[in-house]
């Protein structure tokens, strides 16, 4: 089955540019959807089709998918932004829906 | 505007079966991939296998002959049945809805902790 690796942490200050990576072969081929999740929370789509933003989602996040890498970009990060952000994509081959193992945003 | 709601045991006995509930309240519930993902305690998220209505369903390798997932459309509800439990087992589980454009999950349910101990 299809994987995807994401840095398990990135850390940045507050106002700074959080970049947030997803690595699979040839990863611009597929969609790739992320989502954040806070603790005790259920996880919250941020960004699907690679860079498009949900209704109600923060101009601030954003995506990009190229070669073999996608990226969620949270721009003016917050504290409010501390998370686990998770990307996601779907195997056509075999049906399966593919989670990164996440990546812990820390805000210093 | 798509609300799950989900319940079901929250503490299993070793070799027993899991089972969980999950309605969907809003929106259309042919067409769409309801499924169970799960997270153990301090770890990521493993998708678990999905329901399509008039089309089939599909299981996560990782879970074998141990899975089932169910619908019922009369109520509007999906149905998780894990059997033959161990602690490897204990996680919060959530349902979601899938979306069939693109492929993500655009509605989850809250989640619910299952423990198995003895």
Request: hydrophobic share 30%; charged share 15%; with cysteine.
């Amino acid at each position: 089955s299809y994987v995807v690796t994401q840095p398990p942490s990135v850390s940045v200050a507050p106002g700074q540019t959080a970049k947030i990576t997803c690595a699979g072969n040839n990863i611009e081929g597929k969609d790739v959807h992320w989502y954040q999740q806070k603790p005790g929370q259920a996880p919250v789509l941020v960004v699907y089709d690679d860079n498009v933003r949900p209704s109600g989602v923060t101009e601030r996040f954003s995506g990009s998918n190229s070669g073999d890498t996608a990226t969620l970009n949270i721009t003016g990060v917050e504290v409010g932004d501390e998370a686990d952000y998770y990307c996601q994509t779907w195997d056509i081959r075999t049906y399966h829906w593919v989670f990164g193992g996440g990546t812990k945003l820390t805000v210093l | 505007q798509v609300q799950l709601q989900q319940w079901g045991t929250g503490l299993v006995k070793p070799s027993e079966t899991l089972s969980l509930t999950c309605a969907v309240d809003g929106g259309s519930f042919g067409g769409n991939y309801w499924s169970w993902i799960r997270q153990a305690p301090g770890k990521g998220l493993e998708w678990i296998g999905h329901i399509k209505h008039w089309g089939g369903t599909i299981y996560n390798p990782s879970f074998k002959s141990r899975v089932t997932i169910s619908e019922d459309t009369s109520k509007r509800q999906s149905s998780l049945k894990l059997t033959s439990v161990t602690a490897a087992d204990t996680a919060m589980y959530f349902c979601a809805r899938g979306n069939t454009s693109s492929y993500f999950f655009d509605s989850w349910g809250q989640g619910t902790l299952v423990i198995v101990s003895a």
